[in-house]
Nanobody, 128 residues
Framework: QVQLVESGGGLVQAGGSLRLSCAVSGRTFSTYGMGWFRQALGKEREAVAAIKWGSGRTYYVDSVKGRFTISRDNAKTTVYLQMNSLKPEDTAVYYC?????????????????????WGQGTQVTVSS
């Protein structure tokens, strides 16, 4: 079993920054893929960024490229999402997720159904 606990959300003005953390406990292997998703009120959950735990290869959706950075700390088994230049449209609940069989992560990282484990979510609100 893998447990994921997010933290770091909050209220920030447009243009500001936040860093989300996802503490990972339980079994993890280099084949795992870790993703950050978000869900705005009334909208579907969407992928934001992902990282392959072993290789460190990262993936981003176009809307956050150049503003968000995903990273992982192997020693602390924590995944981070550094969010800069935040916009009101970034407002959402952000979720951390783990894919235990990410062998084809390049093609699956944006799919909600590809992930086995989810955190409880953390609210990010960006005011204009």
């Amino acid at each position: 079993q893998v447990q994921l606990v997010e933290s770091g959300g909050g209220l920030v003005q447009a243009g500001g920054s936040l860093r989300l953390s996802c503490a990972v406990s339980g079994r993890t292997f280099s084949t795992y893929g870790m993703g950050w998703f978000r869900q705005a009120l009334g909208k579907e959950r969407e992928a934001v960024a992902a990282i392959k735990w072993g290789s460190g290869r990262t993936y981003y959706v176009d809307s956050v490229k150049g503003r968000f950075t995903i990273s992982r700390d192997n020693a602390k088994t924590t995944v981070y999402l550094q969010m800069n230049s935040l916009k009101p449209e970034d407002t959402a609940v952000y979720y951390c997720a783990a894919d235990s069989n990410a062998l084809n992560f390049l093609t699956t990282w944006q799919r909600v159904a590809a992930y086995d484990y989810w955190g409880q979510g953390t609210q990010v609100t960006v005011s204009s």
